[in-house]
């Protein structure tokens, strides 16, 4: 297998995860039991529930909203998110990968910064794969002419 295989231009064309979906929703149930058992007063107890419903519900969309994103040839991205476009955004060293996500942290010419969460399960296994090769290897293969 070569690495002109991984090369550009990377499509990933997101979908919802369901396993992030329910990490997520496990972690706020946890803070809402947390809340419950604190012994705090009523109003701090629903203050702060409140609060925790609020960012899941967030976060829910965050994980759940349609994305398309293109790795250029010259190394910048481009796609659209939700309602947003990105353009010309360069992939910064504080993306995070593991396993099972990647959580892609661009920043365009603008200065505007994302932070795209990719699970193993919203994009296809080979799109996941060939993305965590890339970034293992830093920048795609370019023949000199």
Excluded: C
Aim: hydrophobic share 45%.
């Amino acid at each position: 297998m070569s690495f002109k295989q991984f090369a550009v231009p990377l499509q990933l064309d997101l979908r919802p995860s369901t396993w992030l979906r329910a990490l997520i929703a496990a972690v706020h149930g946890g803070l809402i039991a947390a809340l419950l058992l604190s012994g705090l007063k009523k109003e701090a107890v629903a203050l702060g529930m409140a609060a925790t419903l609020l960012s899941l519900m967030s976060a829910q969309f965050w994980v759940r909203r349609p994305a398309s994103l293109v790795w250029r040839e010259d190394d910048l991205w481009q796609g659209k998110l939700w309602r947003n476009k990105i353009q010309n955004a360069k992939l910064l060293p504080s993306t995070y990968q593991s396993q099972r996500l990647v959580i892609l942290h661009l920043q365009e010419d603008t200065g505007t910064t994302w932070r795209v969460p990719v699970a193993d399960d919203s994009v296809s296994d080979d799109t996941f794969r060939r993305l965590r090769v890339r970034l293992r290897t830093g920048t795609p293969f370019k023949e000199e002419s």
